[in-house]
Each structure stands twice: as C-alpha cells, then as structure tokens.
C-alpha cells in the first residue's frame, strides 16, 4: 500500500542532505598557483625572518641584526636586491607540490570527515588540518632544508669575512647533491621532527580558523556558496598571522635545526630537546619568538594571497570546471 503525500514529505523532509564531490585535480592546480604568487611576493621578508632566528646572541650581546629593518637595510646593502631572494628558486619550484598538498589534503580530509547530515564539527576540522600538515612535510622539510642554508649563507659568510676568514659559494642543486651522496634521501629530511611538530599545530590552528573567519563574510552571487574573493583574503591574513604567532618557537627550533653551517661561536644542536634547552639557557624565553613579527607579516599574505587564487578558482576556469562550493 503506498504512502499518503504528507508521509512521503515527512520523509523527504528527514532525508540527509547529499554529500558535495570532491575534484581534486582543480585543487591541486590552485594550490600550486596559489603557492608560487604568494611565495614571490613576500620571499625577502621570510629571508629575514631566517636570519633573525639563526642569528645568536653572543656571551656580550653582541649580535649582527638589531632588527628587522636593520636586516633588510644589511642583507640590501652587503648583496643587493636579488640577495633578497637568495635561495627562493628552490621554493618557488617546490612550493607548487607543498601548497598543493596543503590546501588539497585539507579540503579532502574536510569532505570525508563531513558528518551525514552535512556537518563539520571543530574537532574533525582540527583533525583535517593537521592530517594537511601531515601530508606536506614529505615536501616541506628538503624544501625548508635548502631553503634555510641559501638564506642564511650571506648572515654566515658576512660573519666569517670580519674575522678573516671566507666561506665558498653554494648553491642549491649542490647542497642537494652533497646531503644526499653523505646521507642518503635521509639526509634531506634533517629536521623532520621539528618541521612535523609546526608543519601540524600550524594546520590545526589555521584551517579551522580560516574555515570560520570566511564563513562570516558575504557570499558570491552565483550561487556557488564561496566567499568573494576579499573576504578570503582578509580571512586567510587574519588567520595565517595568528596561526604563525602560536608556532613562532617551533619554527625558531626548526630553523636552527636544519642550519647545517653555523656562524664561528655559535651553539650547534642536537634534536628537538636539546634545542629548546640551550636556546632558553642561553638566550632565554624571548628567543623562541625571534622573528616572530617577521613571521607574521610572511604569513600573512602569503595565505591571504594564496587562500584568494585557490577560492577564485583558476584552476576551474582553465580546466572547464564549474567550481564546487567548499
């Protein structure tokens, strides 16, 4: 016997919402886009960054950089303008696989953690982020690891040049070829602890709160249910600022980590502990958020930027996609 009408509504009515698809090859397109555009833009802030946070203090306080801007007027001056993008070839070429892994993993995560009835509780949104920072240190960490020796080699050679003494050009295609003859793939992945520890409190801080902040905006009139595209840059600055903050002293550990080449004098480590007890021995609390403006203002754009490409979707445009809502 079949139902009456407003049986069959009230079931309707109950039925789970379908669950949206998922194209990845459009998402991995935008967050290579994404990453390439944003990383070009703000690479000689993250170069001093670098520099801030490899930078000790010596047992009088001496130090080379008294600042940010001491540095960028320094780095200018002792190498000029494209010193202030030494060792960004080998992050611009593989930004393009570790934004793409970011943003990708994150959005894949968030749709097969998405609750039947079309919901996405902050744990699971949590859960999502850090699975995302997993994913990416496979390419984050050889990438940080050539990127840190390129940036720092000018702060290390200025130092060896006051006392006398020079230290020979590299670049990062030897680097490469040097860890890897030494150490093997292994000898690529130095830091890898570290890279993992900020690399995942990172996504976990950062998506979730991405997630919210562009929710709050105005949404695009084509029905898609994205937000226009200022909203997720504002939402992704916001965000990715924050995010940097909270992680500033694992990426202070981080970066001495995989400074192979030390300035004369300076401390080497071993490990993540060892790290954090002789920088806060030696330097004390306030050394674990060196740079930690620096950051900010390197992350800021960078996800604004990166977040605003990736919800335009140019990846969709070119490949013929219509655009899913996120």
């Given at each position: 016997m079949s139902s009456n009408?407003?049986?069959q509504q009230a079931q309707v009515a109950v039925q789970p919402p379908e669950k949206k698809q998922f194209a990845l090859l459009p998402k991995i397109v935008n967050g290579g886009i994404a990453g390439i555009i944003g990383v070009s833009c703000v690479f000689p802030l993250d170069l001093v960054k670098t520099r801030l946070q490899n930078q000790q203090v010596g047992p009088n306080g001496e130090r080379m950089y008294k600042s940010m801007f001491d540095c960028f007027k320094k780095t200018y001056r002792a190498e000029g303008y494209f010193g202030m993008y030494r060792g960004s070839a080998v992050n611009i070429l593989l930004i393009t696989?570790?934004?793409?892994?970011?943003l990708a993993a994150n959005d894949f995560?968030?749709?097969?953690?998405?609750?039947?009835?079309?919901?996405?509780?902050?744990?699971?949104?949590?859960?999502?982020?850090?699975?995302?920072?997993?994913c990416q240190i496979i390419i984050?960490?050889?990438?940080?690891?050539?990127?840190?020796?390129?940036?720092?080699?000018?702060?290390?050679?200025?130092?060896?040049?006051?006392?006398?003494?020079?230290?020979?050009?590299?670049s990062a295609t030897k680097l490469a070829l040097?860890?890897?003859?030494?150490?093997?793939?292994?000898g690529l992945y130095k830091g890898i602890g570290a890279t993992m520890?900020?690399?995942?409190s990172f996504s976990i801080v950062y998506f979730p709160l991405f997630a919210t902040l562009n929710n709050l905006g105005p949404r695009k009139n084509d029905g898609s249910g994205e937000a226009v595209f200022w909203c997720s840059f504002l939402s992704g600055c916001a965000a990715g600022s924050m995010?940097?903050?909270?992680?500033?002293?694992?990426d202070v550990i981080k970066t001495r980590l995989q400074a192979i080449k030390k300035a004369e004098g300076e401390v080497a480590f071993n490990g993540i502990s060892d790290a954090i007890l002789k920088t806060f021995k030696n330097e004390g609390v306030t050394a674990f958020f060196k740079g930690g403006l620096c950051r900010m203002i390197v992350i800021a754009p960078l996800f604004g930027i990166a977040q605003m490409v990736y919800f335009l979707g140019v990846a969709e445009?070119?490949?013929g996609i219509k655009p899913a809502a996120h």
């Open positions: 009408p407003s049986q696989p570790e934004k793409a892994i970011k995560f968030r749709h097969h953690l998405t609750t039947k009835t079309g919901e996405l509780p902050v744990v699971r949104q949590m859960a999502a982020g850090g699975l995302a920072g997993l984050t960490t050889p990438m940080e690891l050539l990127k840190i020796q390129m940036q720092d080699a000018g702060r290390v050679a200025a130092q060896a040049k006051a006392s006398g003494k020079t230290v020979p050009k590299t040097d860890l890897f003859r030494e150490k093997g793939v292994m520890l900020r690399d995942v995010a940097a903050l909270f992680v500033n002293p694992f445009a070119i490949l």
